[in-house]
């Protein structure tokens, strides 16, 4: 929830964070004045703060950047990854008074006010990340200007507010309406793609390879995947906690009864593990950044790769399992922590990864995956 003052340049008002376990830090206001409330995670990304802001998947979240410097150069009109920034709040701890590129059409400063983002800088974000490190992503609050008042009062706010855990937000962020992202060149496949908070360079990068997506809301039913007549399925990245997506995880099974190709990122990884029988949980504080190395356990391969994941699937790292669906495997795995970060089913073609592949921002070491999901489609046409 946000409350705000849009369009003011606001860094000379107060203002204070307050962690729902009392820690409090103070800044100066960053982005909008008034206040807002959602989860409090860290990004660990030099670079990217646009797609950062603008994918979906942040919804209800306030984003504390790791990086020191942030803003550098501005804001253009190329990079979001939808048509508006999706965090409830951001945090920085020196925010670019200039930025230089030729790209740059605004600060970011001025675009955080012109949504209505209210943000704080000039904290120590190190304190503050190693402080969610070691409690946990928990709820916060930034207050600035008129909103800053008597610290216990902000803090029983705070405790009021809702938690991640149990939230059910795909359908807040995912489109109303079906729409096409045309192949380019030579058409090859067309692809029914659910939106649970898509980010614009998923379709794109299938684009790339010849497939025409049409990209569905997160309400989707059966019926309406199969209306397009569809060469494969995608289930895309998105928001809030798996354990509420039943509508999805029905969906998803209905597909994997067809046997058609099928390709899950992210919250799909999560909706894939559930549809399989595995559990979710919440992760301590989650993974979420642009470095992050996987393992890909089919080749070998290790990976750096871009996250923004607080959920994980449950699933065993040392045995295949017996699923509804045939066997089933982990195909992926965090090197960091050993967090299952993709699954695959080894009678029937699908499979899905927990990080982001299309790069956005991020490095480009899992783009074969894409290419993975045509070889399947191939074979299945063959």
Known sequence: MTTSTRGARTQAAPAVLVLEDGRIFRGRAYGAVGETFGEAVFSTGMTGYQETLTDPSYHKQVVVMTAPHVGNTGVNDEDPESSRIWVSGYVVRDPARVPSNWRAKRTLDEELANQGVVGISGIDTRALTRHLRERGAMRVGIFSGEAVADDAALLARVKDAPQMKGANLSAEVATKETYV???IGTKKFTVAAVDLGIKGMTPQRMAERGIEVHVLPATATVEDVYAVNPDGVFFSNGPGDPATADGPVAVMQAVLERKTPL?????GNQILGRALGFGTYKLKYGHRGINQPVQDRTTGKVEVTAHNHGFAVDAPLD???????????VSHVCLNDQVVEGLQLLDQPAFSVQYHPEAAAGPHDAAYLFDRFVNLMEAERA
């Not at 390709?263 to 919250?267: A, E, L, P, V, W």
């Not at 399992?321 to 495997?329: C, D, I, L, M």
């Open 181 to 183: 992202v045309p192949a």
């Open 263 to 267: 390709f899950g990122i992210c919250f």
């Open 319 to 329: 045995k295949v399992s017996e699923t509804p669906f045939g066997r089933a495997e």
